[in-house]
C-alpha cells in the first residue's frame, strides 16, 4: 500500500496571507504537484506546517488517518490521475473515513445504485443511466430507462475491470469499466460530477471483487487478492494492422494491452474489440519479432513488431521507434512469464475476431 510522504513539504508560499494553511490545503497543493516548500520561509504558513510536522509525522499521521483502510480501498500512487489522489486525501483528513468506519458505508455497505453519465454506443452521447451494483447478485446492472424492471445489461462481477481515463474519456472524473460477454470484451465508459460518486463507485466496485474472490479463493491472502481487484492497462496507443493473409493492406488501430489480451478498435471508445489477440507464454509457441516479413507491402509506418502464435503471425507497425521498443517490450513480458493454469483456459476459449 503507498502513503504520501507527509514531511515532503511543498513550495508554496502565501506571502502576505494572515491565514493559517491547514493540512487539508497543504495536500491539495501536493496533489497538484508542486515541488518542496521552502520551509525557512517567515510567513506565517511555514511556521505553521513546521509546526504542524513537528508533531505529527508520517508514523503519527497514518496512525491516526488511515487507522482502519479497508484491504480493497484503492491507495493512489503519484502516477495514478488527479481525481483518486485527491479524493483519497479528502477520505483521510476532510471526511475522516478511515477514523470512522461508518463513513465508508457508500463502498462497503455490498449494494449500491444511482445515476451515471454513460456513453452511448452508437451515438457516442452520454446519457443518464441508473447503475445497481450488488454482491449477493454478483452483478452489476444498468438500466436504459429509470422504470426499467429489466437492465440493458448484466455485468457479472467476476469478469468485470475498472480503470480511471480521464484523458481518454475525455472528462476528469471518466471511468472504464469492461466485462466479458460471450468471451469477448465489452466496454462502457461512464462519470459522474462529484468526484467523490465516482471514487465511491470505483471502490464498491473493488469492494465486490474482493468479497468474491474471498469466498472463490478461500485459503488466498488478502494481499494477494488485492492485486486482483482492478488493473490499469499495460499499455494503450495507434499502431496499423493486416490481416490473416498479410495481403489486405494495413489499418490504423487503437490497441489496448490488457494482461494478456491484446485489443484493437477503430475508436478509442468503442463499445466492442474488432478482434483481440491472445499472448502466451515463450514455452507455448509465442514469440515477439522486431520487424515485419521482408515481402510485407501496403504499412504506412516503418518500424514493424510481429507476434508469432501458433496459429499465424500478426503484423502490426509503429508510428515511432521508441513506440515499437515500448510496445516489443510489453510483449515480450508477457511472453516472456510463464502461463497460469486459468490462462490456458482463456487461451483454449480465446476467439479471435480477423
Not at 498479410?246 to 494478456?260: A, I, M, N, V, Y
Not at 493454469?341 to 476459449?349: L, T
Request: hydrophobic share 35%; net charge positive.
Amino acid at each position: 500500500m503507498h502513503h504520501y510522504n507527509y514531511n515532503k513539504v511543498l513550495s508554496y508560499c502565501p506571502g502576505s496571507r494572515s491565514d493559517p494553511v491547514s493540512l487539508l490545503d497543504l495536500c491539495r497543493l501536493c496533489v497538484s504537484g508542486l515541488a518542496v516548500f521552502q520551509v525557512s520561509s517567515p510567513c506565517r504558513a511555514a511556521q505553521r506546517i513546521r509546526q504542524f510536522m513537528a508533531s505529527n509525522g508520517n508514523s503519527a499521521a497514518k496512525a491516526k488517518y488511515e487507522q482502519k483502510v479497508p484491504a480493497f480501498y484503492y491507495c493512489p500512487t503519484q502516477t495514478d490521475c488527479q481525481l483518486l489522489r485527491e479524493q483519497w486525501i479528502r477520505a483521510r483528513y476532510e471526511r475522516n473515513e478511515f477514523i470512522y468506519v461508518e463513513r465508508q458505508e457508500p463502498y462497503s455497505a455490498g449494494y449500491r445504485e444511482g445515476f451515471l453519465w454513460k456513453r452511448g454506443r452508437d451515438n457516442g452521447q452520454f446519457l443518464s443511466r441508473k447503475f445497481i451494483l450488488s454482491e449477493r447478485e454478483g452483478a452489476l446492472k444498468y438500466f436504459n430507462k429509470h422504470d426499467a424492471r429489466e437492465p440493458k445489461a448484466l455485468m457479472k462481477i467476476h469478469t468485470i475491470n475498472a480503470t480511471f481515463q480521464p484523458a481518454k474519456i475525455g472528462n476528469p472524473h471518466g471511468l472504464q469499466i469492461t466485462y466479458l460477454k460471450d468471451n469477448s470484451t465489452r466496454n462502457i465508459f461512464v462519470y459522474h460530477e462529484d468526484g467523490k460518486e465516482m471514487v465511491d463507485w470505483f471502490n464498491a466496485i473493488r469492494a465486490a471483487r474482493f468479497h468474491y474472490l474471498q469466498v472463490a479463493f478461500p485459503g488466498a491472502h488478502d494481499v494477494d487478492l488485492v492485486s486482483k481487484l482492478t488493473r490499469n492497462y499495460i499499455k494503450e496507443g495507434y499502431m496499423e494492422k493486416t490481416g490473416p493473409k498479410h495481403t489486405e493492406g494495413f489499418k490504423k488501430r487503437w490497441f489496448t494491452l490488457d494482461d494478456r489480451r491484446l485489443m484493437y478498435f477503430k475508436d478509442p471508445l468503442d463499445a466492442y474489440a474488432r478482434g483481440e489477440v491472445f499472448i502466451g507464454s515463450k514455452e507455448n509457441g509465442y514469440t515477439v519479432v522486431p520487424g515485419l516479413p521482408p515481402s510485407t507491402q501496403g504499412y504506412h509506418w516503418q518500424f514493424g513488431i510481429t507476434i508469432v502464435t501458433p496459429d499465424r503471425k500478426f503484423l502490426f507497425a509503429c508510428e515511432t521507434e521508441e513506440e515499437q521498443k515500448e510496445w516489443i517490450a510489453m510483449f515480450q513480458s508477457a511472453v516472456n512469464r510463464p502461463m497460469l493454469p486459468q490462462e490456458y483456459a482463456v487461451e483454449a476459449h480465446f476467439k479471435h475476431k480477423p
